[in-house]
């Protein structure tokens, strides 16, 4: 799966140089890049829990759709949901863990990402096209 194959990746950044392109394909550069901050905000200390707390209220939004528990007056897509949740737990450990979440790839110069954000926006992208598609 998509959430073992992006904690490999980032289990190899961490035997490369901190902050420096291993290699690179044109513009894209692979390596290992510690990011302490989320999106374009600075780091604070209060992050990780900030995360927690979202990955477990998808996880228990999740629970109760599964075993339709409740009816919050939609059905919340688990082919949106799953993605969310396993990017954000890859993410989340990370955090705890090392301070940061390990980026392999940069992108131009501009962006460092891995597998899990590509998850995570996968899951935003889906849950906020169903929206649209609902209200049309």
Known sequence: SFFFFDR???WWAQSLPTHGAAFSLG???F???LNPGLFFFPAWQWIPWVALIVLLAL???LFLDLFR???FGFRISRYAIIPLMLGGASNVFDRFAYGG???YVNIFSIATINIADILIFTGLLSLTLKSYVKRS
Do not use: E, N
Request: charged letters at 15%; aromatic letters at 16%; hydrophobic letters at 50%.
């Open 31 to 33: 390596g290992f890049y």
């Open 69 to 71: 528990i409740s009816d």
């Open 8 to 10: 490999l990746l980032k």
């Open 59 to 61: 996880l228990g939004f």
């Open 101 to 103: 979440v390990i980026d």
């Open 27 to 29: 513009p894209i550069h």
